[in-house]
């Protein structure tokens, strides 16, 4: 690992390429040690003796997505570290215990935990969503617009209506009926 760490990429932090040479020391690849780098773990080495064992299992899984890494770093960081919102009996949110404090790598399967990390995106995905939903869009200083034309065709009138769609809802509305991606825009 001390030979790694001196044949580090110049753009790394001295921190990143510790963990650079600790990757590469495990046998990882420079593709894995990147993504790694580019993690929470690229920065901090606090709760090492973790860390350690979640970069020593990443490596055993040459064939695992490089943009797997970020997302599952993050899954292990909130099951084991983050304390939960958890609403009490009065209706109050009260801080508890982290959702799995003793959460450890032995005998885990790569495939059961990407469906674990999938579902957890999806979950909080789906709640980012919820939240964004009321929220309004940045304005536009365009007010709305009308007008009513004649149907050169059959002679009848043809109303043409621009209104500003202020929220995410409105947003995601208009994408469903229209069928197009203008969802995709959204910051959500």
């Not at 420079?30 to 990443?58: D, H, K, M, P, Y």
């Not at 007010?143 to 409105?170: A, M, N, P, Y």
Request: aromatic content about 10%; some cysteine.
């Amino acid at each position: 690992m001390a030979h790694c760490f001196c044949e580090a990429p110049a753009h790394l932090s001295i921190s990143q390429a510790l963990r650079w040479a600790q990757v590469l020391g495990y046998d990882g690849s420079e593709a894995l040690a990147e993504a790694i780098c580019a993690t929470r773990l690229g920065q901090c080495f606090e709760n090492e003796s973790f860390w350690s064992t979640v970069v020593l299992f990443l490596t055993r899984h040459p064939m695992l997505d490089p943009d797997y890494i970020d997302p599952i770093i993050e899954y292990f960081h909130q099951q084991k570290y983050l304390l939960q919102q958890v609403q009490g009996p009065d209706g109050e949110m009260a801080e508890t215990t982290p959702a799995e404090p003793n959460l450890s790598l032995k005998s885990r399967s790569i495939v059961k935990l990407i469906n674990q990390v999938d579902e957890w995106q999806a979950y909080h995905n789906k709640v980012a969503r919820k939240e964004n939903e009321g929220q309004l869009l940045s304005k536009s200083s365009v007010s709305g617009f009308s007008c009513v034309e004649k149907d050169e065709g059959d002679g009848g009138q043809i109303e043409w209506r621009v209104q500003q769609i202020l929220t995410h809802k409105e947003l995601s509305a208009e994408g469903k009926y229209m069928r197009h991606c203008v969802t995709s825009y959204s910051s959500n």
